[in-house]
């Protein structure tokens, strides 16, 4: 697509925008849903933190074989199967709760969904690919991200206010109708032609597995931020977790504040996705990414000191913002230099190494939240992401135009 106006214009993208726009508003629900039934189940931080813990290790599990799966079979079709059983999943959680709290039910239907969920992510990026040509991919994974969070700033505070009211189960339910909706809007859309898969020879070996992974080290700029995303995950996997608990344990919040904070914190990201075109443009890609990485770390600080609720707000929107302008440029630059038939395992292997950390420290900083306080850990934490952004001066992701350079591919 030549003209960003195009984007408005074509129905194959209106539709997989709005459909994905209402999916992440029921998602949001599920955000503050699950953390709200284990806290009021066990009252205990860090098995909030051991659930996400949990999930995300299933999510890197199935980041293994997501990659190949995406490759392999029809992408359209993979999405809406996703959608379906996840659909499914989350909602058993309402139905078994009706007969009493059911934590162990948790552990089953959250990493089953984390898995589902890889492997949707996974066809999601190269579906993206498949609307927009890769001059437009940037913008179009800013709109999608933008709407998202849009979808983000509401959901949170009705979502908290449907806890408030009806309870946690109330809130997952209408999680997996979104499900539903996202299902119907793939299931409506045509993707572009889908790549050959791999040659015969490779399919079921060693060598079609890791063949996203091989492809991430062998580019500079690829291999740099997959090393550095992946310390920056294990710091910050289990910060809403920890903000949940710092509004509650700390601050005496009720569920529907929480609800308006995580909603405030929303647009953050609905401000990073809209500028992070004009700001890659304008910056380029190192500058951009470094200083987000660098605020977010600032931010992170910043929260583990608010007092008071608009400060915690406050911080949170920031953070969000940096972690969305970082994201969607790292994402958009896979997007850019990977070949079409590799992009769905180059995804899976950098979701996989990037998340294989995460739940080691999900449980690590909610254990330290409990045990030494938020304030001790969000600075920890702010100050570790500031090495990572030093860090990455240092490499060739200070680069401002990687994608031309011959260093990212």
């Keep these: 697509m030549g003209k960003g106006s195009q984007l408005w214009r074509d129905r194959n993208f209106t539709v997989f925008w709005g459909s994905q726009t209402l999916s992440v508003a029921g998602d949001s629900f599920a955000l503050i849903a699950v953390p709200l039934l284990v806290l009021h189940v066990t009252g205990s931080v860090a098995q909030m933190g051991l659930l996400t813990g949990v999930a995300s290790a299933a999510s890197v599990v199935a980041g293994v074989f997501a990659g190949v799966l995406v490759d392999r079979l029809d992408r359209r079709l993979l999405l809406i199967w996703c959608d379906v059983a996840r659909m499914a999943l989350y909602g ?3 139905v078994a709760w009706a007969f009493g709290p059911q934590i162990w039910l948790l552990y089953v239907v959250l990493p089953l969904c984390e898995a589902i969920g890889m492997v949707f992510q996974v066809a999601y990026v190269t579906a993206v690919r498949g609307l927009v040509g890769p001059d437009r991919i940037t913008e179009a994974n800013g709109r999608l991200g933008a709407t998202a969070a849009a979808a983000g ?3 949170p505070l009705l979502a908290g206010v449907v806890a408030g009211w009806f309870g946690p189960t109330a809130a997952i339910a209408i999680n997996a109708a979104s499900f539903g909706v996202s299902a119907l809007g793939v299931l409506s859309i045509r993707l ?5 898969p791999a040659p015969q020879e490779e399919r079921g070996s060693w060598r079609e597995l890791l063949a996203g992974a091989r492809f991430l080290w062998r580019q500079p700029v690829l291999r740099a931020l997959t090393v550095l995303l992946s310390f920056f995950i294990f710091l910050t996997l289990g910060l809403t977790d920890v903000l949940i608990y710092h509004l509650k344990h700390d601050l005496g919040q009720a569920d529907g504040a929480v609800g308006a904070v995580l909603a405030i914190g929303a647009l953050g990201t609905v401000a990073g996705s809209l500028l992070v075109g004009l700001v890659r443009r304008r910056l380029g890609f190192g500058a951009s990414w470094i200083g987000a990485i660098s605020l977010a770390g600032l931010a992170i600080a910043g929260l583990g000191l608010s007092a008071h609720v608009p400060a915690a707000a406050a911080t949170a929107a920031v953070y969000l913002a940096c972690v969305s302008v970082a994201g969607i440029c790292s994402m958009s630059l896979r997007q850019q230099v ?3 038939h590799l992009l769905g395992r180059v995804t899976a292997a950098f979701w996989t190494i990037h998340f294989s950390l995460g739940p080691a420290g999900a449980a690590v900083l909610t254990w330290g939240a409990q045990h ?15 090495l990572i952004a030093v860090a990455a001066f240092f490499t060739p992701i200070r680069q401002q135009n990687p994608e031309l350079s011959g260093a990212a591919g």
């Design 192 to 196: 572009g032609r889908q790549p050959s």
């Design 92 to 94: 058993i959680v309402p």
């Design 372 to 386: 030494h306080g938020v304030a001790v850990v969000c600075l920890l934490a702010g100050v570790a992401c500031l």
């Design 338 to 340: 990977t070949p079409d």
């Design 153 to 155: 700033v509401g959901g």
